[in-house]
Structure formats: C-alpha cells, structure tokens
C-alpha cells in the first residue's frame, strides 16, 4: 500500500445526496429510495477513487447528514427525549440533526458546531444520565461489508473516542471520565466486529489531539487506547489526525501498539520535525497528508517530494495521503465550464486530488523524468496573476489610526440613540429573507440570459417591496431589503470585487443538505464599484423607517474563500477590508444610518491552539474589521453578526471590533455567553438571537418572551437588541413569517413590562 485518502466527499458531483435528502423531507421519495441513492452514490465514490488508482479506501465517511452524529448513532448516543418520540431510525436520526416537530411530538434539534478550524459542522452528542452506551448502529459495518462485496480494498474509518468525548455535551454533572470504560469497551467491540467482517486496516480519526492536550487529557486517551488496542488482533490501527501538529501527544502515541499515524504536514509543518526528531517506530506506517485536503490549488510536485524525502528514512513505511478528509474541497474540476483553461490548470479539486497522490507516488518510483513532473514544474514556474503595485502599497502605509474610529463607543452609541431614536429592545433580522424558488429561478434566468439585468433588479426589488410592507405591518423596528440580489453572503461581494475567481460546481457541504460554494482568491482584491448601494438606498427609499445596510466582513469574505497560498491570508485580508471600506462610505454618504458587517466565520480560522490565538490569527484579523469602519460618521450605527455564541474565550477580541452592536446566535447554546458579558466590561450593544433559524420549528410568542425574561435578568435592557439568531434565507416563507411575527409580539409584550 502506498496511497490512500482520509475520507471524501460524499454529497456527490453534482450535489445528488442533497437533492434526494431533500425530496425525503418533502415526503417526495421513500426512505427506502433515500437508501438507495445514498448506496450508489457512496458506491459510485469508491469506485472512482479505486479507479484513479488509489490503493486503500476509507468507508463510513458516507452519512445522511453528518459523520459525529453518525457515530452518536452507532453507540445509542441517543437522548431519552428523541426515543420517545418512538420515530423510525431514519427520521429519528433526522430528528437529532433538525428538530421534529409533528404527530409524535416537538424536539429541538441538538446543538451544531463548526468542526474544528473549518466551515463544516457537526452534531454535537449528548452524554447524560440515561445514556447507556451500546453498539446498536449497523451503518459503518454496511458500508464496509457493502464496499468488500463490490471488490474494494476498504478501511471502515470512524471518529475515535477521544474526539468524540472532547466534542460532546455532558449533562447531570456528568465528565467524560463516566464514561471512559463503556466507550472504550463499545469501541474494542466495533473492532472486533470489523475484523469479523475482513477488515484489515481500521482508521480512527483523532483530530482533537491536535488541540493542546493536558495531562490529564493524555491519561484520558492513554485509558481508551489501552483496551480499544487489545481487541485489534492482528489487524491494524490506524491513528488518523489532521488540521494541525501532534506536538503534545507524539510521544505516547508512538509508544502504544498502533500500526498507522496519519499526519498532517500542511498545517501541521511541525509535525515534521516532531518525527524527525523523535524518530518513528518500526512498527508504525507513517500516513503522510502532504496534499492539501482543504485547499484547491494544484500541489507542487517538487515541493512535496522534498518533503517526503526528508520523511522517509530506511526503514520508514510510508503511505501518500491527504492532510484531512476531501470532504473540505469540491467535487472535481471537470464540470468547470467558466474557468478557462489556462486557469484552470492551477486547480486540483477532490477527483484531481486522487490522480496527484497517484502523480508523486510514481514520481517517487519512477524519477523526476515523468511528464506529470515535467508539467507541474512548468505550471509552478509561470506566474498566474498580475499584482496590484498601487493597493499594495497603499496597505503598507497604513498607520495606526486607519484603524481607529472615534470618538470611543460609549460616547457613540449616546450620539446615536438620539440620532437612531429606536424603542427600548429594538427588533431587527439578520438580513436576508426566503430565497424561495422564485426568487432562485430569476437568478437562473439571468444566468441564462433569459432576462436581461433590469428585469432581474426588477423582479428583486418587487420582493424587497413586499418584503418591506411586511415588516412594517409586523412592527419591526430596523428592516432590511432581504438579500434576494445575494446567491451567497461571500460569493456575492466576491462577484463584485476583483481579483475572485467562481466555480460552477464547486459546492462544499457546511452541514446536512446545505452547501457553500467558496470562491477562489485568486490575485490582489480591489473594489472597482459601489456593490450594495443600489440596493439598499432603493429599500431606503420605500420606508420610513431605517433600513440596515448588509455587508460581509473582511475575515468572513477571506475565511469562507479558498485563500491563496502564495501570500499571507493577512494580507489578502486587509485588501478585501479597504475595499469594503470603500462601501461602508458610500452607503454612509447615500444615507444609510446602520451598516451590518458580517463575521459569522470570524472565530473559524482561530488557531486550534489557544497560545497561538492572538499571535497568529487575532492580531490582523480584529484590526482588518476595525479598518472596514474606521473612517464612519460617529451617528453611523455599525452592527456586527456572528453565527455561533462560543466566543466566551475571545471575547475581548470580539469587544476589540470595535461594533456598536452585535447579533450572534445563543439560543442554540443555552444563552452561556450572557453570564459571560454580564461577567466582563462588554460595551457592544448585543442581540443574542431569540430562536434557532436553521430549524423549521416555530417557537411561539410565549417561548420567546421567556427568553426575553432570560437575557433580560442577565443584562441591561438598554442594551438589548431582538433578533432570530442568523439571517432567513433558509427558511420557507410561511415559517419566516410566523416566527418573526411572534418575536415582535413577544418583543412588545416585554417592553410592555419596562
Ligand atoms: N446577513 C446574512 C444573512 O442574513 C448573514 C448570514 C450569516 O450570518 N451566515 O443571510
Ligand atoms: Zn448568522
């Protein structure tokens, strides 16, 4: 064996899984037709990677929706409250990842998390007092009995014990150490039964121990090793990590009877010198990710043979792979019919991937003297954009107080409220309003120049019509026109700006049935024209009341790109960040009083090791938003939105930002962060979200003046802003508007109280 993957993606070449997951929820398919899909597609995605040449294939990294919940499943990591719902295992498994709300009952979704340092997110499973950990799921040894039959040399992979503790929920004062030797004695068993099945080789992923460990961490993993090990005869383990070093934990790991380690050299460059240092066992295969998994750039083939030579000592077993799972880059290349050729010899997607690891495998047999070796170091040697002399310059005389707004925030937001002249807990929205199938069918005939660009701003600004009237029936206080000119908070501004590159195809799955499509960084960013002016000031101009200007932040716009790798994610951070300043003024200028910038993905690139949070990530990123800003009129109210509320750890970074107000998104994670903010001199106004959009559920009025009650014994009321916890686009119309007529009631009935 010389080449394998760590998982791929499983959504499909042309989003297939999506589709059919999605007619399965409108009662349009069976789930047996669900089943079905989902086995030729996962079918189909071995093969391919079988094809392209790559010796072992991981299963189980299939999944309806997500692989940590997958695994939750296997172990009967089911809470109480979703078993008596009494549901089939399939729409008892969706219940977990969206909420039920039906005959048999009403259940909140468990909570989601970003997986690591990525876009993707998983379930979070909850561990509780009636949690009796069991191997009650058949899907992981399906899929490998499903891909032995058809002739694949598979490896069932699944995430490891370890991560999936350090990932998980504990309720009833309950620690992972309950829970230690059920896990590992049903982990040993899902071994045992694998190898019972043919397994040879068994992957375990372990990402979270690329976190800092403790020592106690390490005790943790050392107690569930010990007895999963035992039960692997003799078969083999591999020990799979990603998305950073094992700097803490490499010396145990190499002392326990593992047979693999998969190492990320990408942003793992440390764990190079780990190895070299350390030494590798002979009895350890070295799984060496030196493609990248996350990223959609063509490797370089002298670069990364560098690398492995450096690797590879005499008696190293080495296996070419990737540095994380594909499942973190698109499908392939090959369905990209609007990126030129020339251009597009610079991109590997997750198809090309595979053919790459085949490249450098036979270049390390067969020599430098390949034509695969040949044509990459031609590409690597011509360069692929023009830079921008003129902007980088201007960013390097940036001095200090481009980025600084004054006067300070509590003298602002006075100036404000008189300028703003808003109630007592004002209501507001996120942004964007149902995409619903209307307004996506104009935006696929323009594409298709069925319509030309006036009937498509027309038929957008109908929407932003209809939409405005219902806010104000409702009774909202801060509207906004509803991003309907918007396929993507990122994707948009990127059409807008210079220096992006599109894709056609190449969606990413960010959780369940939902897909991004990220855009590629691809040379200097620049604004050459206003972007949501228009807009905008059109809404403006249809109400009375204040409609709140929309943008994506600077981090957002690079953190949900595909970034270059030709210079620093710093730099191309602070052009995106003049650019939008740019449109913050114009929108200013044109009368727009309240500007949002996004930064839902703001916490995602933090290292995944606290020691290097303010050195590697925060010290450019928080001053690259205060630049968006800086040069506002201090009556100009500027608004902030995160899409998640674990930022208790950094939350004087979020402070830093310098926002008027933030929304972010607390009812999905109990409202912690409001003991946090009332703990901490937090000044930005907040509106913790009032209830959780990405589940179809309605909450009533009741439940939301509850919630109200809640966030109000913790803070000021003044500094109270009402909102849902992200923008709607997701939702069907009639759920959109229910819930936010009962979040305005709500809002009025608690003012009321005041
Ligand atoms: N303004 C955006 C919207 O409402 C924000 C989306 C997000 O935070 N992810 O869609
Ligand atoms: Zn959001």
Not at 169 to 182: K, N, V, Y
Not at 480 to 493: A, I, K, L, P, S
Request: proline content about 5%.
């Amino acid at each position: 064996m010389t080449t394998t993957i760590i998982g791929y993606p499983r959504i499909g070449e042309k989003r297939e899984l999506k589709f059919a997951t999605q007619k399965y929820w409108k009662h349009q398919i069976t789930a047996d037709e669900l089943h079905t899909a989902g086995r030729e597609l996962r079918q189909h995605h071995w093969q391919t990677v079988q094809a392209a040449g790559i010796d072992q294939v991981p299963t189980g990294d299939f999944s309806f929706f997500d692989t940590t919940l997958d695994t939750a499943f296997l172990l009967n990591l089911v809470p109480q409250r979703f078993k008596a719902l009494a549901l089939n295992p399939l729409d008892e498994y969706f219940a977990l990842a969206r909420g039920y709300q039906g005959d048999a009952g009403d259940e909140k979704a468990l909570s989601m998390k970003k997986w690591f340092n990525t876009n993707y997110h998983y379930i979070v499973p909850e561990f509780d007092r009636d949690t009796e950990i069991q191997v009650v799921g058949t899907k992981l040894f399906d899929e490998f009995a499903e891909a032995k039959k058809l002739g694949i040399n598979a490896r069932p992979s699944l995430i490891g014990p370890y991560t999936l503790l350090r990932l998980s929920r504990f309720l009833d004062g309950l620690t992972p150490d309950d829970f230690l030797p059920s896990l590992a004695a049903a982990y040993a068993r899902i071994i045992t039964k694998l190898r019972a099945l043919g397994a040879d080789w068994i992957q375990l992923d372990e990402p979270a121990l690329v976190y800092d460990q403790t020592a106690k961490d390490l005790d943790r993993f050392t107690q569930l090793y010990d007895t999963i090990l035992a039960a692997k005869g003799d078969g083999h383990i591999l020990l799979q990590t990603y998305f950073g070093d094992v700097r803490d934990s490499y010396k145990l790991i190499t002392t326990l009877p593992f047979d693999g380690l998969g190492l990320d050299f990408i942003e793992g460059p440390k764990n190079k010198d780990i190895v070299l240092e350390n030494g590798l066992p002979d009895s350890l295969t070295l799984f060496a990710g030196v493609i990248n998994g996350k990223n959609i750039w063509r490797t370089n083939y002298q670069k990364a043979l560098a690398l492995l030579a450096e690797l590879h000592q005499p008696t190293t077993r080495l296996v070419l792979s990737t540095s994380s799972s594909l499942l973190h880059v698109p499908y392939t290349v090959r369905h990209e019919h609007h990126i030129p050729a020339d251009e597009k010899k610079y991109l590997a997607f997750a198809e090309e991937k595979l053919a790459e690891l085949v490249d450098l495998d036979h270049i390390r047999q067969n020599g430098t003297d390949t034509l695969a070796y040949q044509e990459n170091a031609a590409l690597f040697a011509t360069p692929r954009y023009v830079e921008n002399k003129t902007l980088n310059a201007q960013i390097a005389a940036l001095q200090p107080a481009d980025y600084q707004r004054t006067p300070d925030r509590a003298t602002r937001l006075a100036i404000q409220a008189k300028e703003l002249k808003l109630p007592l807990l004002p209501t507001t929205t996120i942004g964007s309003f149902p995409q619903t199938a209307a307004v996506r069918r104009n935006r696929a005939k323009l594409r298709r120049g069925e319509i030309d660009e006036a009937a498509y701003n027309a038929f957008n600004e109908e929407e932003t019509k209809r939409w405005l009237k219902f806010q104000e029936d409702i009774g909202l206080d801060v509207l906004v026109h509803g991003e309907f000119e918007r396929n993507d908070m990122v994707e948009y501004f990127g059409e807008q700006l210079e220096g992006f590159r599109f894709t056609d195809n190449g969606w990413v799955q960010s959780y369940g049935t939902r897909g991004v499509k990220p855009p590629i960084i691809w040379g200097d960013v620049a604004r050459t024209h206003p972007i949501t002016v228009a807009t905008t000031v059109f809404a403006q101009s249809q109400t009375s009341k204040l409609v709140k200007g929309m943008l994506t932040g600077p981090v957002t716009i690079l953190n949900w790109s595909f970034p270059r790798d030709d210079v620093s994610n710093k730099l191309s951070t602070e052009q995106i960040a003049l650019a939008l300043q740019g449109e913050v003024l114009d929108l200013e200028k044109h009368g727009i009083k309240i500007i949002q910038i996004d930064e839902p993905a703001l916490r995602e690139n933090l290292p995944l090791r606290q020691s290097d949070w303010y050195r590697q990530y925060l010290d450019w990123a928080v001053p690259a938003f205060r630049l968006v800003a800086s040069k506002v009129q201090p009556t100009t109210q500027i608004h902030t939105h995160m899409c998640y509320s674990e930022f208790g750890d950094i939350i004087q970074a979020i402070d830093d930002l310098d926002a008027d107000v933030i929304s972010f998104e607390a009812s999905r994670a109990d409202f912690t962060l409001l003991d946090i903010i009332k703990q901490v001199h937090f000044q930005t106004h907040v509106g913790p979200g009032v209830y959780d959009i990405h589940s179809p559920r309605i909450p009533s009025e009741e439940e939301i003046v509850d919630i109200i009650h809640h966030i109000l014994a913790k803070l000021p009321a003044d500094n109270v802003w009402i909102n849902p916890d992200c923008g709607l686009k997701t939702r069907e119309e009639p759920e959109a508007k229910q819930a936010l007529i009962n979040m305005v009631a709500a809002a009025k009935q608690v003012r009321g109280e005041l």
